[in-house]
């Protein structure tokens, strides 16, 4: 199994064509992120959403950026608004924008710009069932993703 947080090289490695693993890539800047994360959880807080058949997801999630995605009882879409507010969702923060950005023109996408962002909160025993990334509106735009994991607390 594939280990993300190894703590030996090779840094990045191509899994498969267009993909590419960052090992660390985000390590320098995580007191940023997570100040960036608590900022957004503020203003639109973490939440378990519900699948339009009818299941509690046990990650919690929030989003940022000019759409977020979400669920309703027909499906799973990308909204300007976040449903929990009414509001639209915090602006990407610009810590979040940099790593974004540096990470898909280390990977190959130097044309890449993101316009949304999912933030996963995935506490013990949460878990994301196999599924598929395929309601982006451009297929040949990268998803960059980030896990950033904090020590535990006793």
Known sequence: MLDLFADAE???????????????FALSRAPELMAAIEKVA?????????TPGGYTMSVA?????ALGWTTNDRG???SPDDP???QPWPPLPTAFAA?????????GYADFTPDACLINRYLPGA???LHQDKD??????????FSLVLPAVL
Do not use: H
Request: proline residues 9%; glycine residues 8%; contains cysteine.
């Open 10 to 24: 090779p840094w990045q490695e191509p899994l498969a064509p267009g993909a590419t693993i960052l090992r660390r």
């Open 61 to 65: 999630m929030t989003n940022c950026g």
């Open 127 to 129: 878990k994301l069932s």
């Open 76 to 78: 799973y879409l990308y």
């Open 84 to 86: 929990l507010t009414g």
């Open 42 to 50: 503020g203003r639109s807080p973490f939440r378990q959403m519900v």
């Open 99 to 107: 790593l974004c950005k540096d990470a898909a023109t280390a990977a």
């Open 136 to 145: 982006e509106a451009d297929l040949q735009a990268p998803i960059v993703s």
